[in-house]
């Protein structure tokens, strides 16, 4: 079965400062995972994903997120973080083989970034 | 190009009536996703449906839910005898493939209230 965990209901971080928010998975196999972003009263927009190749992945709005297969984890990142990063964030994985099609979805990060 | 577009943006039933919430899915999408959002409970997925067919169904409650994606026009998650437990936020995503490997893009989510 697959799962992810966020162990962080709310992340607070100055602008400027750089910023993580955390992100663990368990599949019987090789994960593929995925971060999305939710501003208030919105859908989720994808962040950015990671299938195959690089650990190291780029995705939009100046984010990133690194893949650790021995940690288990995928954790969102980005360098200096902006007040307009403030959102709920959502990170979500799938088991390469075999399982289920849909993602399994976290609970979700609240990003506080404060001026 | 339009992205997935859910209505009623709000929806007030009394209890005992039912609740039809319609998606679109963006152009050339044929899988789409329905999900419920309560706060504290994060993303809980519900049903995976592509045209005419309803690939899986897992997360939906057995009694009183159903959904379905015709060939021509939006798909329909429907609701009868809502009850005051079914106040969520109900979102609608769909991707061009499989979301196990593809990302998904969401709609702005119908909220659902029940008096």
């Known amino acids: 079965a697959q799962s992810v965990a966020q162990p962080e209901d709310q992340v607070n971080v100055a602008e400027g400062n750089p910023l993580t928010v955390k992100c663990t998975y368990s599949?019987?196999?090789?994960?593929?995972l995925f971060w999305y972003v939710q501003y208030p009263n919105r859908g989720l927009q994808f962040l950015l994903k990671?299938?195959?190749?690089?650990?190291l992945v780029k995705g939009s709005y100046g984010f990133e997120a690194e893949f650790n297969k021995s940690q288990t984890s995928f954790h969102l990142k980005k360098p200096s973080a902006l007040v307009s990063d403030s959102a709920l964030y959502f990170c979500?994985?799938?088991?390469?083989?075999?399982?289920?099609?849909?993602?399994?979805f976290g609970r979700g990060t609240s990003l506080i970034v404060h001026p | 190009n339009a992205g997935v577009m859910q209505n009623p943006r709000h929806l007030v039933r009394r209890r005992g009536q039912e609740a039809r919430l319609r998606c679109s899915p963006m152009?050339?999408?044929?899988?789409v996703y329905w999900y419920r959002q309560l706060p504290e409970e994060g993303l809980k997925f519900m049903v995976y449906?592509?045209?005419?067919?309803?690939?899986?169904e897992s997360g939906m409650p057995k009694e009183r839910f159903s959904a379905e994606f015709p060939k021509e026009g939006p798909s329909i998650l429907r609701i009868q005898q809502v009850v005051r437990g079914d106040s969520a936020a109900y979102f609608c995503?769909?991707?061009?493939?499989?979301?196990?490997?593809?990302?998904?893009?969401f709609g702005p989510g119908t909220r659902l209230t029940v008096t």
């Open positions: 599949v019987s196999g090789n994960p593929y």
């Open positions: 995503a769909s991707s061009p493939q499989n979301a196990k490997t593809f990302e998904q893009y």
């Open positions: 449906l592509q045209k005419e067919n309803i690939i899986d």
């Open positions: 152009k050339g999408h044929s899988h």
């Open positions: 979500a994985v799938s088991e390469a083989s075999g399982g289920s099609y849909i993602p399994t």
């Open positions: 990671y299938i195959t190749g690089d650990n």
